[in-house]
């Protein structure tokens, strides 16, 4: 089994080493390859820094990682897993695993987390994939709750493994220092943990903040869950169709589709309404 570890807290995050830990002890083909930076908030961004055209991707030995390929990458998480994809690791990894992230990711901001966008362009390159969060803000916590978080990590992976390819998991759990042994299908709440909040632009600058939420999560999401302290597991996707709008099969102007630009009345070529 070929497996990409990966992360966007960057790859001295205990949460990775405890994550991929667990995957050399399964006797897999490991490659470990995180940012060289916190790259948290990246969502599915493909950014890089590169010099002269290359994306710099430096060897680590990482301690207790005996075996595993490690590269600290110049990039955003998901570019990593793309590169990985593409084999610029050797091997396409069968599986994808992000984290454990240094925090929950609950709701539907999840949308603009490094940690699930990674597991994300896995999934949408065939791979199946997963990512792994801890609830908790403070970097201090103990290897034995890592390893706990690890476990229950690896509850999922079963179940993963025995999915269509390119299935995703998102999986949150709380601190414990006992092995998780169970974990609570959840839906995502409709918000996330946090609200961040941008000032007006002010001198050039924006000022950025963020609050926690005190809205009380719906019954049975993986905020009101985790709220209690039990781990949860959601089967998420990638972007996909929607038919939210009933478009057509065509659209035109015979079917509603208005005026095009430039052919119809004198407000339309005068430029009005110019978004």
Do not use: Y
């Amino acid at each position: 089994m070929r497996v990409l570890i990966t992360n966007d807290d960057g790859i001295e995050s205990p949460g990775l080493h405890a994550l991929a830990s667990a995957a050399v002890r399964q006797g897999w083909n490991v490659l470990v390859a995180a940012p060289a930076h916190e790259s948290s908030g990246s969502s599915a961004a493909i950014t890089s820094v590169q010099h002269d055209d290359h994306v710099v991707a430096d060897e680590r030995a990482v301690p207790g990682l005996l075996g595993a390929q490690c590269f600290a990458v110049q990039a955003a998480p998901a570019f990593i897993a793309l590169a990985a994809a593409r084999g610029a690791f050797g091997a396409a990894p069968e599986l994808v695993l992000s984290g454990i992230n240094l925090g929950q990711n609950v709701g539907r901001s999840v949308l603009h987390s490094g940690t699930l966008g990674a597991a994300l362009t896995g999934g949408l390159h065939g791979a199946r994939a997963m990512a792994v969060s801890l609830d908790t803000a403070s970097p201090k916590v103990s290897t034995t709750a890592w390893e706990a978080a690890a476990s229950g990590a690896w509850l999922a992976v079963s179940r993963l493994l025995a999915a269509d390819a390119g299935t995703v998991f998102n999986v949150n759990l709380p601190v414990v220092e006992d092995p998780v042994d169970v974990l609570h299908k959840a839906s995502l709440a409709r918000f996330g943990a946090v609200q961040g909040h941008v000032d007006a632009l002010t001198d050039g600058r924006l000022r950025v903040t963020t609050t926690r939420l005190d809205v009380e999560p719906d019954e049975g999401t993986d905020a009101a869950l985790l709220a209690t302290g039990l781990a949860t597991i959601t089967e998420v996707t990638s972007v996909c169709e929607s038919n939210r709008a009933r478009l057509p099969t065509r659209l035109d102007v015979e079917a509603g589709g208005g005026t095009p630009v430039g052919t119809g009345s004198d407000a339309v070529r005068r430029g009005a309404g110019r978004g």
